[in-house]
């Protein structure tokens, strides 16, 4: 996988360059204090960097035990490293790499269930952390709650305590665990994409709780009542690509070690949360982050104006044949078309934070998304639409349609989207449409099978629940949005962008 010369040695505990190390200390088993799901790259070049930063200005119970869904290939090359990788962070000026060194463990969930749940359950986790990805939460687009249909689900509702296949079912089962138990307080912190991502973790945790057989539910509810968890809502901000050759290469070339699992990172980052910790928590603060009674109106500011823009981009790129962000936002039609949804359709919808000043943040987003040195793929954002546009778009649309108003560049994204994921029949979307992954895939092909034209295709869709069941009330954003599609598909997307500007 490595294109470093083979004679370059590993990354370990023994060849980390001291100068790289994030903190002083060489953490054990002992000191877990956090089990986090999901071993994504987002989680390396955020939670665990604001971590290390904690743990650079006070010692303490903080390390990280990482836990992977699936995929064997990152737990496996950390635990060849002694759970040490790079962090690269990129951007026009150069690159610079640090070693975060916080991890006390790796697991693969589906590998090794019995190991997560007791980590899980352990009187000594006092946070359970999450980026598992707005799929990764099991819920409903329609109504939002759990899916009660979904798969995992039913298995861990009835399923056995030791190895569930969902989140959800792996934390409440844990959390039942703690409350016939030890009973010790805990955190569950998710540092998703979800607007509320807190609250929407509880009311999930509360659902699945609550559809537990009677006689399984009661201890937990109670426990659960008592406020022995809580879940702050948070703010998480870092543009995190997948990780290629040409990171691994330059790591080897910077620090003259090779590290098969170095992370890309922008230089920006934030984090902001709700002080609510159940059994304490790492002094984040160190490295940046922001504790505030009322993390919404950041987040609303991150999720409609960056990731809601960013989707944009990601589809009108895809389909013009970009294979990364920046490429998309240096064609001058895309850049118009992020500004006009981006101040006209999403600032409108959201209360700018005191302390944020607008301008600076939306000249910077510009700046992020035009770093080319990053290279992030438009295919990386536009993968799992279903489940982020459900986030993204909307509350926003319902804003303007309630007051009479169009949302041209909303409907524009989500029609962007559809000719991505299921382009009609003779419109070729192009390889970076075609590598999307999305759950609903096959579901929106079929529906796009059954319609005539982008109207009946669109209404369709929206009629299925994909954005919630609020949007079909109002069946002239169907309309408009499958105008754009047939546009698409007729004359281009340039010139769907073009009516979009000038409607
Ligand atoms: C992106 C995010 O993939 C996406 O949907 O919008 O991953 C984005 O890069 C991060 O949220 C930035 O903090």
Redesign the pocket.
């Known amino acids: 996988m490595s294109t470093a010369p083979a004679r370059t040695a590993r990354l370990s505990a023994a060849t980390t360059p001291a100068g790289a190390l994030l903190h002083p200390r060489t953490l054990t088993p002992a000191d877990t204090g956090i089990v986090h799901l999901g071993l994504g790259n987002f989680h390396r070049a955020h939670q665990a960097v604001y971590t290390a930063a904690a743990l650079a200005r006070e010692d303490g119970p903080w390390g990280i035990l990482g836990v992977a869904g699936r995929a064997t290939g990152v737990a496996d090359a950390l635990r060849a490293q002694d759970l040490r990788y790079t962090v690269a962070e990129v951007s026009p000026d150069g690159l610079r790499c640090t070693v975060p060194a916080v991890h006390t463990g790796v697991l693969v969930a589906a590998r090794e269930p019995e190991q997560v749940q007791r980590a899980l359950t352990a009187a000594d986790t006092r946070v359970i952390s999450l980026t598992i990805t707005e799929n990764g939460y099991t819920y409903s687009p329609r109504t939002g709650g759990l899916d009660l249909d979904h798969p995992g689900i039913q298995a861990d509702l009835r399923g056995n305590r030791t190895a569930p296949q969902t989140t959800l079912g792996r934390i409440v089962r844990a959390l039942q665990e703690r409350a016939a138990t030890h009973g010790a307080p805990l955190t569950v912190l998710s540092c998703d994409?979800l607007v509320g991502n807190g609250n929407h973790t509880r009311r999930l945790v509360e659902e699945f709780t609550a559809h537990l057989p009677t006689g399984e539910r009661e201890e937990l509810s109670a426990w659960l009542a008592a406020g022995n968890v809580t879940f702050p809502n948070t703010m998480?901000?870092?543009?995190v690509p997948a990780t290629t050759d040409a990171e691994r290469t330059a790591v080897a070339e910077a620090l003259g070690v090779r590290d098969e699992v170095p992370v890309p990172a922008e230089p920006f980052t934030m984090w902001v949360l709700e002080d609510r910790f159940a059994a304490s928590r790492p002094a984040w603060e160190a490295g940046g982050a922001l504790f505030t009674d009322d993390v919404e109106p950041y987040e609303l500011l991150k999720v409609r104006l960056?990731?809601g823009t960013?989707?944009l981009i990601a589809y009108l790129g895809a389909l013009t044949g970009c294979d990364t962000i920046p490429q998309s936002t240096a064609q001058p039609f895309v850049t118009d078309a992020a500004r006009a949804v981006l101040l006209g359709e999403y600032l409108p919808s959201l209360t700018v934070p005191d302390d944020i000043d607008l301008d600076a943040y939306v000249d910077r987003l510009f700046t992020r998304w035009s770093n080319s040195a990053l290279g992030h793929r438009t295919r990386?954002?536009g993968s799992d639409g279903s489940a982020?546009l459900r986030q993204r778009i909307p509350d926003p649309a319902l804003l303007h349609l309630r007051a009479g108003r169009m949302p041209h560049h909303l409907a524009l994204t989500v029609a962007a989207y559809l000719c991505c994921l299921a382009p009609s029949p003779g419109f070729d979307p192009g390889e970076h449409a075609a590598a999307m992954t999305d759950p609903a895939r096959d579901r929106l092909t079929a529906l796009r099978a059954r319609t005539a034209d982008g109207p009946a295709f669109a209404t369709a869709v929206l009629d299925d629940g994909l954005l919630g069941d609020a949007l079909p009330e109002h069946p002239e954003f169907a309309l408009r949005t499958g105008e754009f599609i047939d546009l698409i598909h007729t004359r281009g997307t340039r010139a769907a962008a073009a009516e979009a500007a000038g409607s």
Do not use: A, T
């Open positions: 994409n998480v901000d870092r543009i960056l990731n960013h989707s990386q954002v982020k």
